[in-house]
């Protein structure tokens, strides 16, 4: 799964950017070094004498202004100073200069201009964010870094995304509500502007992880607007996880196309990743709408979850950890059955394909970390929301399977513990991606057997992939802050 900048965005909760890209079985050539240019520079004293001019690039020549200088650290946060902008030319191009040698308080300082909001850029004025680009022919692709290779998808990307997105906004409000107040109101209304948009939509036959975001991002924005109609939103989303809960207290996918064993770009990339939202979504709206009259039915649920479902595989495998795929075509070359449920812990390549846009099917998988972090962000919820002292214990167990208490004795976090694996490496950045120590690799990948393999420098083990990445900083975050 090669890594392309900013070429198909989804986003999950705060810190989670899903760069969701197919994997290649060839590699293309690599692409000559071409010229970066920082984005949403950091700027402070080292290098300026006292009361010496102090310049900053913020954008091209038309990108509109003004531009604040915002402190970040260093005294009390908040905006400093609005700065004169001065058009620059010549050899280079127009661009627009920051000037902010007023600034002489040590600290550091983030310049906040309109260019710099990646995210909210994202967003089309009706209120959804795209899919994004995609290679015309991915297998075929002769340079990176060509635009001509590429074709715009034009539809919005799926409701989870646009779901991530809104959470993203929500939180990222409450996270500069003091720092930066004009600019967490921007990002709260943008997530309002989504939510609204997709409030119009029926829910229809949603799947369990459009289900779980739904509700994740609307009890995030409830909590940020104190809106009735999005608590309502909360409330709806977490009827329809309990009422599609199953007996065995989990959420299968039995709706159109996701029973296909070759199911397309959008599902299977879910699937591999978003399960865990389901009892995610249910515990954030539990938490954000405690004396709800239907509190007590997503506890409930909750609580079946942790000790029907998770509690039986912990047996089942004696690490703690739920299978990748509940559900399993028939056309699987082997699959597990425990207690009539069939099931495999990691994606089967000889039943599952990928149908990338712009190019053929493709066998695909992805490491485990989405599955195992997620569960155990997951249990961590349920924890912190209810005080169970077992979901705790449950969570620390799929982060002990990550940091090495597994069968390949290996740690899944680059340069912590034992027998990391060999990383993949990305074709599409020159000079190539270096050792990026702490970053959570995908996990572990099994054959026929389901056996969990680990395979040097392949995709599926060792990719810098943000999905499985953020779902690991997230674990560690959770245990660390809550015990």
């Known amino acids: 799964m090669a890594t392309r900048r900013d070429l198909f965005t989804t986003l999950p909760a705060l810190g989670v950017a899903l760069a969701a890209t197919p994997a ?3 590699c293309a050539p690599a692409p000559p070094p071409r010229p970066q240019r920082a984005r949403d520079p950091i700027v402070n004293h080292l290098g300026y004498r006292p009361g010496a001019a102090k310049h900053a690039v913020i954008a091209p020549a038309d990108a509109l202004g ?8 260093g005294g009390k946060p908040g905006e400093v100073a609005q700065l ?3 058009t620059v030319g010549g050899d280079f191009g127009e661009w627009k200069l920051a000037d902010f040698s007023a600034v002489r308080e040590p600290g550091v300082y983030r310049l906040s201009s309109p260019i710099h909001d990646y995210f909210l850029q994202l967003q089309d004025p009706r209120g959804h964010v795209w899919f994004g680009v995609y290679p015309r022919d991915y297998f075929n692709l002769k340079d990176a870094w060509d635009t ?3 074709v715009l998808m034009t539809r919005p990307a799926p409701r989870y995304a646009q779901h991530f997105f809104i959470a993203t906004q929500a939180l990222i409000a409450r996270l500069f509500a003091s720092s930066d107040p004009e600019y967490a109101q921007r990002c709260l209304a943008a997530g309002v502007r989504c939510h609204d948009r997709w409030a119009r939509e029926p829910m229809g036959a949603l799947t369990s992880y459009d289900l779980g975001t739904g509700a994740f991002a609307a009890a995030h924005l409830h909590r940020a607007t104190g809106n009735i ?3 309502a939103a909360a409330r709806a989303y977490a009827s329809r996880l309990t009422t599609d809960q199953t007996i065995a207290a989990d959420w299968r996918e039995t709706a159109g196309r996701e029973t296909d064993p070759h199911p397309d770009y959008d599902l299977l990339n879910a699937r591999a990743l978003y399960p865990a939202y389901a009892p995610i979504g249910l515990a954030a709206v539990l938490e954000t709408l405690p004396q709800d009259a239907d509190a007590p039915r997503w506890g409930e649920a909750l609580a079946c979850f942790q000790h029907r479902h998770v509690a039986a595989f912990e047996s089942a495998n004696g690490f703690g950890i739920i299978p990748q795929v509940p ?15 069939r099931y495999r812990y990691f994606i089967d390549t000889g039943a599952t394909r990928l149908l990338c846009p712009g190019t053929r099917p493709i066998p695909w998988q992805a490491g485990n970390n989405g599955i195992v972090a997620g569960t155990g962000v997951a249990l961590a919820m349920i924890a912190r929301v209810t005080g169970d002292a077992e979901a ?5 167990r799929h982060w002990d399977w990550i940091v090495g208490v597994n069968p390949l004795d290996s740690s899944t976090i680059l340069g912590f513990g034992r027998n990391n694996p060999v990383t993949y490496p990305p074709v599409d950045f020159t000079p190539q991606v270096p050792r990026i120590l702490g970053a959570g690799l995908q996990g572990f990948v099994g054959a026929d057997d389901d056996q969990p393999v680990t395979v040097g420098g392949y995709y599926g083990s060792g990719e810098y992939w943000l999905p499985q990445h953020s779902w690991t900083l997230w674990l560690g975050a959770l245990i660390s802050a809550h015990g």
């Open 24 to 26: 290649a079985a060839a």
């Open 66 to 73: 003004p531009a604040s200088i915002v402190r970040l650290g």
């Open 84 to 86: 004169p902008l001065r």
């Open 148 to 150: 001509r290779e590429y």
């Open 229 to 231: 109609d999005q608590a």
């Open 327 to 341: 559900y399993t075509p028939a056309s699987a070359p082997r699959f597990r059955e425990r207690e009539g449920r």
């Open 392 to 396: 705790a214990r449950l969570a620390q």
